[in-house]
């Protein structure tokens, strides 16, 4: 089983920063992609950045230049650095990953993951 945790969240003023992590724990055969997601009161969820394995990005319009993914595959963790945040950046932000694990006959499963999700909250 795999498991992600996530940290990192919390309220920050308008112009501020902060820094996500998610860490993935089990039975890791490949971390094939790790992503950040979130979700906005009545919205539906949107992807806010993703990264695999290689280290290639990509991001959603409205981060880019502000926010950057990055990953230490040795820990199996994604962090998602904001910066100049806004008051529309305000969601509960959900860990994704697509992860491939060993089955007990030994074959490959990969299946995606979600983390519990963590609030940020942007506000004076």
């Known amino acids: 089983q795999v498991q992600l945790v996530e940290s990192g969240g919390g309220l920050v003023q308008p112009g501020g920063s902060l820094r996500l992590s998610c860490a993935a724990s089990?039975?890791?055969?490949?971390?094939?992609?790790m992503a950040w997601y979130r979700q906005a009161p009545g919205k539906e969820r949107e992807l806010v950045a993703g990264?695999?394995?290689?280290?290639?990005?990509d991001y959603a319009d409205s981060v880019k230049g502000r926010f950057t993914i990055s990953r230490d595959n040795a820990k199996n963790t994604v962090y998602l650095q904001m910066n100049s945040l806004k008051p529309e950046d305000t969601a509960v932000y959900y860990c994704n990953a697509l992860i491939t694990t060993r089955q007990a006959m030994g074959e490959m499963i990969t299946t995606t993951y979600w983390g519990q999700g963590t609030q940020v909250t942007v506000s004076s």
């Open positions: 089990g039975s890791i055969f490949s971390n094939n992609r």
């Open positions: 990264i695999i394995n290689s280290g290639s990005t």
